[in-house]
């Protein structure tokens, strides 16, 4: 609002308040005089008649002032708005529905890992409200939106975790038949049968399942056995899976995930799982031919037995948008990604760099990236005399955005060399769209420090972060001048290093 047009309205308010002041003080003035000479008694040839005539017809007039009273109650609403216009709030109405359950979520609950201590996590000042106003209450029970995050401690006899438990059944019922999200902290199965079928209800209500590393395998069975008993849903699209506790003697058979995971599927994680939870290579290939939805996919620390059946279904994932593969296994490696047909969504790809004397599983690799639109890539275990095998790579990456390398323990950084092509004396950008380079773990020699300033010569790069450490060898460039050299050619630079003079 600009300032001129604002004191002219001011000004005419000004005016008319004056005006408004006048005519009222003159109109009670004549309402008095009036009265004064009925009381004095008047003239003896006095028309009472219409003495009371005219006085009834004035007071007719009168009632006309509380439609205008009415008014000007409002006026004094927009004036009382003006003069509280720095501590107004944004009306909720206007709030979306994501930003709602934000803000509920750090004003009833810390989130998840904030802290171990379940008895802290009840008494923890963000998880108590002493009161609120009735509009935020009313709002607060009534929106489901506000109570999709579910925290379920089941199993526990003490007060705190009952507490927990109920807190949960509160929330599952204040959702109402908007999806959930259940993150699973339990080890062991509740006790009473009415407990239980709430539990039942709520899952067949969940669009996520997250089992942290306080679970049990026997308990993540027992979860997905109920689902399945229940007749699974069509609202479940994530599955997160953190290595649970192991207590395979109380389980009597391995896990079937065909019979547990439904095709609507848009996110499979499975990290550090048991032998009893892993799936075998045909069971997971199988698995991720029925998820055609699937947008992220992660294999992390997994030991993926081959099995005997090499009879491996396609797997179509025209959505992937997410691929990590954290497997020591190359064989494994290369047969998921030989299956896999990503589509042309823009693709976060992670995996370990094969061994360099493995060319099959590069060749693999490389026909992967071939056919799909990899923009940020995230290589683990890069290892010395990688450069030719990862410049093969990075050929059939013409798109790629963002690279982070993370070498091998004791490995030179020979895999610099693949991202410069030298032309006579210059060297140009073998991915020209690259814009953000992250290098971890790496030792930095001479060699490497002429590697980078080529890197950095050749590209225009946004960001630059690089962890590893400086070897104090003859004809190195002093850490301190190096990173004086990149700040003055990066835009962003993340420079965190050792030196070693041993």
């Known amino acids: 609002m600009q300032k001129s047009s604002l004191f002219d309205a001011f000004a005419e308010l000004d005016d008319l308040h004056k005006e408004f002041n006048s005519i009222t ?134 007060r705190v975790s009952k507490l927990l438990m109920a807190r949960a059944l509160l929330w ?97 994680n499975l990290a550090y799982l048991s032998d009893v939870l892993t799936p075998s290579l045909h069971e997971l290939t199988t698995l991720l031919s029925t998820c055609p939805r699937l947008q992220t996919l992660v294999l992390s620390v997994l030991t993926i037995p081959p099995g005997t059946n090499n009879n491996h279904p396609k797997i179509d994932l025209p959505c992937l948008q997410h691929l990590e593969i954290w497997l020591d296994s190359g064989s494994i490696l290369e047969r998921i990604l030989s299956l896999i047909n990503p589509g042309t969504r823009d693709l976060d790809l992670s995996f370990r760099l094969p061994e360099p004397n493995n060319e099959y599983c590069h060749r693999t690799a490389q026909l992967f990236c071939g056919r799909s639109r990899v923009t940020r890539l995230t290589l683990g275990a890069v290892k010395s005399r990688s450069d030719r095998s990862f410049a093969k790579l990075l050929d059939k990456l013409p798109e790629l955005q963002s690279l982070s390398l993370i070498f091998f323990y004791d490995a030179t950084c020979d895999a610099l060399d693949a991202l410069t092509l030298p032309v006579g004396e210059e060297h140009r950008p073998r991915c020209p769209r690259l814009q953000t380079l992250e290098i971890f773990q790496a030792n930095i020699g001479p060699r490497a420090q002429q590697q980078l300033k080529r890197i950095v010569r050749a590209y225009e790069l946004t960001n630059l972060a690089i962890r590893g450490w400086f070897p104090d060898g003859e004809g190195g460039q002093r850490n301190g001048a190096m990173s004086a050299w990149l700040k003055t050619r990066v835009k962003s630079l993340d420079y965190d290093y050792e030196t070693d003079t041993e």
């Not at 003080?25 to 003239?43: D, M």
């Not at 009306?91 to 994501?98: G, K, V, Y």
């Not at 930003?99 to 979520?105: S, V």
């Not at 389980?251 to 019979?259: E, G, K, Q, S, V």
Request: with cysteine; net charge positive.
């Open 25 to 158: 003080s003159a109109f009670h003035n004549a309402c008095a005089k009036v009265g004064q000479l009925v009381v004095a008694g008047g003239n003896g040839d006095t028309d009472h008649d219409l003495l009371e005539r005219k006085s009834k017809d004035i007071m007719e007039a009168l009632k006309s002032l509380d439609s205008t009273t009415e008014i000007i109650g409002k006026s004094k609403a927009f004036l009382r708005q003006a003069m509280n216009s720095s501590k107004s709030l944004v009306p909720i109405s206007i709030l979306p529905a994501e930003i709602m359950t934000r803000i509920f979520k750090l004003a009833i609950v810390p989130s998840s890992g904030t802290t171990r201590n379940t008895r802290k996590l009840l008494s923890h000042p963000a998880s108590v409200i002493s009161s609120v106003c009735a509009l935020w209450r009313y709002l607060a029970i009534n929106d489901p939106w506000l109570w999709v995050d579910i925290d379920l401690f089941e199993g526990g006899s003490t």
């Open 172 to 268: 599952s019922v204040r959702a109402r038949n908007i999806p959930t999200c259940v993150n699973f902290h339990s080890g062991s199965r509740c006790k009473g049968e009415d407990l239980r079928r709430q539990i039942g209800s709520l899952i067949m209500h969940a669009r996520s399942f997250n089992f942290l590393s306080t679970s049990s395998d026997a308990y993540l069975l027992y979860i997905f056995r109920s689902y399945n008993l229940s007749g699974r849903s069509d609202c479940l699209e994530k599955v997160s899976i953190d290595g649970p506790s192991t207590n395979t003697s109380q389980i009597p058979t391995r896990f079937n995930w065909l019979d547990c995971l439904p095709p609507t599927l848009t996110t499979l």
